[in-house]
């Protein structure tokens, strides 16, 4: 490969990367979007999931209450009976220890209405909240399918976008060696979508290092395509072109 063949070749390889600069890009994107898509539903089914642990709150707040309710309703039915068995004491002995166990099942019994309180204020707050919360999900909820719809939207146009260059891409790769195409490919994963690249002052176009002389002439000689000894890149003179 020589002369005005390699320079045909590197003027196809300069217009083929203008495609895959694109692609790559494009590609990147679409492989980006599907992690933004799932990183957004993380954070919405995160909220949804603290509006279900206040729902559970409730739940477990009127179970306790109820659970005190029996407490309570056992404490009333034990001081009826405690009441009912005064009239049956023959001592003054017996009456006195009956009354001392009423009066502890009415310290009793008022100790659970008091805790009956706190808890209908405990799960009325609650309740509250859930009004709030359920407000304020149903916020997030539209933001949520409102963000999902853009990122799908930029999916879409990104994937026509694919599809479009795709085409364009294979008919700039006509003609162009098979094996000096999959080196060139390979660069192109390897090196962020940048494959071919100008030399400027000296400097490789992908890397900024410098180019030594000897390479440049090499270039100029056009027996071969030549490649960055530091990023491996491929590079030419764009002036010679």
Known sequence: MAG????????????????????????????????????????????KQQFHELETSIKQAELARKKVEGDLKNKEDDIVK???????LKTNKEY?????EIENLKADKSILEDEILRSMETVEKLQQDVVKEKEFLAGEEKQYLAEKEKIDAAIRALEEKVDGLAGQRREAAEGI???????????????????????????????FMNVPEQTVNRIKMYEDVVRCEMCARFIYLPEDL
């Open 4 to 47: 005005q063949n390699v320079k045909d070749l590197i003027k196809k390889l300069v217009a083929l990367q203008k495609f895959d600069t694109e692609l790559y890009e494009y590609k990147r994107g679409l492989k980006d979007k599907p992690a933004e898509l799932e990183g957004l539903k993380e954070k919405y089914e995160a909220k």
């Open 82 to 88: 405690a009441n009912a068995a005064l009239m049956t």
């Open 96 to 100: 006195q220890i009956k009354l001392f």
């Open 177 to 207: 060696d098979k094996n000096m195409l999959a080196v060139y490919e390979r660069v192109i994963d390897n090196r962020g979508g940048i494959a071919l690249v100008p030399v400027a002052g000296m400097s490789c176009g992908g890397c």
